[in-house]
């Protein structure tokens, strides 16, 4: 699975586990958070590290 898989996934089972109204909101939402932050900052990195190896 990509990263932009496991982020997408992640920020649909968030917004499943919150709710519409919010009231989901707990640790766990917040550790998944927290993770789906972390693989948003590893994209661009990857990406870089990508565009060097092509030149």
């Known amino acids: 699975m990509s990263l932009f898989d496991k982020h997408n996934k992640l920020d649909h ?5 919150e709710g ?9 939402v917040v550790r998944m958070k927290k993770q789906k932050l972390q693989l948003k900052d ?5 990406l ?7 030149v």
């Open 48 to 54: 870089q590290h990508e565009s060097v190896k092509e």
């Open 13 to 17: 089972e968030i917004a499943r586990k």
């Open 42 to 46: 590893e994209m661009p990195k990857i």
């Open 20 to 28: 519409s109204d919010g009231r989901g909101y707990n640790a766990e």
